[in-house]
């Protein structure tokens, strides 16, 4: 019993080190708000791309979007051959804001 008990923490423990790597404490949600606001929103307004608000995708599709630096996003992104500028501090910092505001949280953001 208790070697499954430490088989079970230690694949825990090991499966939340990549997941933990963003850390949405730290993240400056209004700084987040603000890169979604001038750049996110300008394009993704429902003419230039399809609209994607925070209160659009659950926590834990962001997670999956902006986890290991953004890969996900830079991925869809570039398919589209559109170039984001974004560093390492802001993809945390939308992660923090899109948390905040996701479809399961308590205030949904539309950023309108
Ligand atoms: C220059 C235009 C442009 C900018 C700026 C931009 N996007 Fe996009 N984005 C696109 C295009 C084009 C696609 C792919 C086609 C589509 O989904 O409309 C896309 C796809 C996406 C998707 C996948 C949509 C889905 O449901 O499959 C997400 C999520 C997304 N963008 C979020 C963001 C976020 C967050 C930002 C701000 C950091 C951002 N985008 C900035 C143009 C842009």
Request: glycine share 4%.
């Amino acid at each position: 019993m208790k070697k499954v008990v430490l088989l079970i923490c230690a694949i825990l423990m090991v499966s939340s080190l990549s997941v933990f790597a963003l850390n949405r404490k730290k993240g400056d949600i209004k700084h987040g708000k603000k890169i979604f606001r001038e750049q996110c929103k300008a394009c993704h307004d429902g003419k230039h791309a399809k609209k994607v608000r925070p209160a659009y995708k659950t926590r834990a599709q962001w997670k999956r979007y902006l986890k290991n630096d953004g890969k996900k996003l830079f991925r869809k992104h570039e398919k589209a051959k559109v170039k984001l500028n974004l560093t390492k501090k802001d993809i945390n910092d939308l992660w923090s804001f899109c948390y905040v505001g996701a479809l399961d949280s308590e205030k949904p953001q539309t950023c309108d």
